[in-house]
């Protein structure tokens, strides 16, 4: 049985964390976003597919250019963030299978069926999010998930070259400034949204 996390830490990584809207000035290095993946990249997915291809945009120039395909207020978030992250999925994460998957021929499970691979990505791409929001928030960082921006954009702009990765969310990264959120929205008890059959 694995050893239980003390309250501190379920607080640093759930019960206190917040979806921040800015950040300070503090920096996110290189080494950081290195950190932060040598955590989530041990979050299982089915088969150990690992479809996330995760592209850190900490330029100026990539921000700016990530900023063009957001919508409302989230342009301005990404310009104001240290780093924002694009998540995209690789629907071609089968080929990969031998090296990551290799006591059996798991490729063989998706040749052919492109749809099995659209849904296999996106399920488990989107459990990698959660996995980095998880090892940012571990780390001392903050994140800023967001949808609010044109995926065909951004595919155009990040993915031109590798069509068969399909973006499928943002986050923003830096240690959040709490000025920028408002008051904690509610979480239902178990009975409300849980049944024991």
């Known amino acids: ?6 309250d501190s830490a379920l607080d640093t990584i ?11 000035d503090h920096p996110v290095t290189i ?3 290195h950190a932060i993946w040598d955590v989530m990249k041990w979050g299982p997915t089915s088969a150990n597919q690992m479809p996330a291809r995760l592209i850190w945009c900490t330029s100026d120039a990539a921000k700016a250019k990530l900023a063009a395909c957001a919508s409302g207020t989230n342009g301005p978030k990404i310009l104001a963030a240290p780093v924002t992250v694009i998540f995209g999925n690789d629907e071609n994460f089968h080929e990969k299978l031998p090296e990551l998957f290799p ?5 063989s499970w998706f040749d052919g069926n492109e749809p099995l691979r659209q849904v296999s990505a996106m399920r488990n791409g989107t459990l990698q999010g959660a996995y980095f929001m998880i090892a940012a928030r571990a780390l001392g960082f903050d994140t800023g998930p967001m949808s609010g921006f044109s995926n065909e954009a951004v595919d155009a702009a990040f993915f031109a070259d590798t069509p068969h990765i399909k973006s499928n969310f943002i986050s923003t990264l830096g240690v959040g400034d709490p000025a920028t959120i408002f008051g904690r929205l509610p979480r239902p008890a178990f009975e409300a949204f849980n049944t024991v059959v």
């Open 14 to 24: 759930f019960r206190a964390a917040r979806s921040y809207n800015g950040y300070t």
């Open 31 to 33: 080494d950081d976003c």
């Open 103 to 107: 006591h059996t021929n798991a490729k």
């Open 1 to 6: 049985m694995a050893e239980k996390l003390s």
